[in-house]
């Protein structure tokens, strides 16, 4: 069975830092791009970083740039987020999609991407 899985969510206080995982069981990740999203409720599921399939290319949307870094182990099979300075707008679910292909020059668009994980809560409160 080909699936993404995250972890590493949580309830982090204002200025603290969660590492999230996603891990790709069945596939391996080495021929994807990668891509984090996030949505909070109400609200329309963006993107906030992505990765080429190398490694060699990364991409942050202008609300993360400077605090999160997105990063690939393709010997684990396994892309991360590291996210600094949490701040209570990024708590949203967060979700990792992998894309085929390089891309290298842009991130894949929201419906470019193969496969999906479940997603993992990120809460960011006093």
């Known amino acids: 069975q080909l699936q993404l899985v995250e972890s590493g969510g949580g309830l982090v206080q204002p200025g603290g830092s969660l590492r999230l995982s996603c891990a790709a069981s069945?596939?391996?990740?080495?021929?994807?791009?990668i891509g984090w999203f996030r949505q909070a409720p109400g609200k329309e599921r963006e993107g906030v970083s992505c990765?080429?399939?190398?490694?060699?290319?990364?991409n942050y949307a202008d609300s993360v740039k400077g605090r999160f870094t997105i990063s690939r182990d393709n010997a684990k099979n396994t892309v991360y987020l590291q996210m600094n300075s949490l701040r209570p707008e990024d708590t949203a679910v967060y979700y990792c999609?992998?894309?085929?292909?390089?891309?290298?020059?842009?991130?894949?668009?929201?419906?470019?991407?193969?496969?999906w994980g479940q997603g993992t809560q990120v809460t960011v409160s006093s």
């Open positions: 990765i080429s399939s190398s490694g060699g290319s990364t």
């Open positions: 999609a992998a894309a085929g292909g390089s891309w290298s020059r842009r991130c894949p668009g929201l419906d470019e991407y193969d496969y």
């Open positions: 069945g596939f391996t990740l080495d021929y994807y791009a």
